[in-house]
């Protein structure tokens, strides 16, 4: 059965520094890789995804992610983080196969202080 | 850009009585999917539909629940009898086709009493 691990629950980094929030999952085949974002009182916001192609993959707000196959992981980072960054993250695993329902993570809170 | 719309936002109902969660995925959207986070936890798959029937279901998903696409452009989910412990953020998403991500909408908070 595929799975999910986000190791941090909770993750503070002072506005203008750097972020890598960890994933890593257990999946049989090729998994395809998103991050989600919620904010309080929000829905799920699609950060990025990954399905194929290029290991490093861009995504919105200046996050990116890198899917290492040999170490199971898919990992965000931000160079610079801003206080509106502050949110849940999610990290899921999916598959391309039919339905490709989502598997999450436990979610990594991250507060900004200034 | 085009949303998943839920509503309510928040419903609360006593406790055995029926509720029904309406989504309004996006409409040129073929799969279909509904979640639920329980206050602390993580996002947890509920069903999947695709071409009018189920695909897939977890566990959770048992013979209080069903879902239900009754036209073209909603998409329910009822709980027959209500308990306390379906208290939870319920989450639509719709998703294109298979090249494609799940979209999700803002979520219905139920809270049973």
């Known amino acids: 059965a595929q799975s999910v691990t986000q190791p941090d629950i909770h993750i503070t980094v002072s506005e203008g520094a750097s972020l890598e929030l960890r994933c890593n999952y257990s999946y049989g085949a090729t998994p395809y890789l998103f991050w989600y974002v919620q904010s309080p009182g929000q829905g799920l916001q699609l950060l990025l995804k990954?399905?194929?192609?290029?290991?490093l993959v861009q995504g919105i707000k200046g996050f990116e992610a890198e899917f290492k196959r040999s170490q199971s992981s898919f990992n965000l980072r931000k160079p610079s983080v801003h206080w509106s960054d502050a949110a849940e993250y999610f990290c899921a695993v999916g598959s391309n196969f039919g339905n490709e329902k989502l598997t999450f993570g436990t979610g990594t809170r991250l507060t900004i202080i200034p | 850009e085009p949303e998943v719309t839920q509503t309510p936002s928040h419903q609360v109902t006593q406790m055995g009585q029926e509720v029904i969660l309406r989504c309004v995925p996006i409409?040129?959207?073929?799969?279909f999917y509904w979640y639920r986070q329980i206050l602390g936890q993580k996002v947890e798959f509920l069903v999947s539909?695709?071409?009018?029937?189920?695909?897939?279901k977890s566990e959770i998903f048992d013979d209080q629940f069903s879902v239900e696409r009754p036209d073209g452009s909603n998409f329910t989910l009822k709980i027959r009898s209500t308990k306390l412990e379906d208290s939870a953020m319920y989450f639509c998403?719709?998703?294109?086709?298979?090249?494609?991500?799940?979209?999700f909408g803002d979520g219905t908070r139920l809270s049973i009493l």
């Open positions: 990954y399905f194929s192609g290029d290991t």
């Open positions: 998403a719709s998703r294109a086709n298979n090249e494609q991500p799940q979209h």
């Open positions: 539909f695709y071409n009018n029937e189920i695909s897939e």
């Open positions: 409409s040129n959207h073929l799969y």
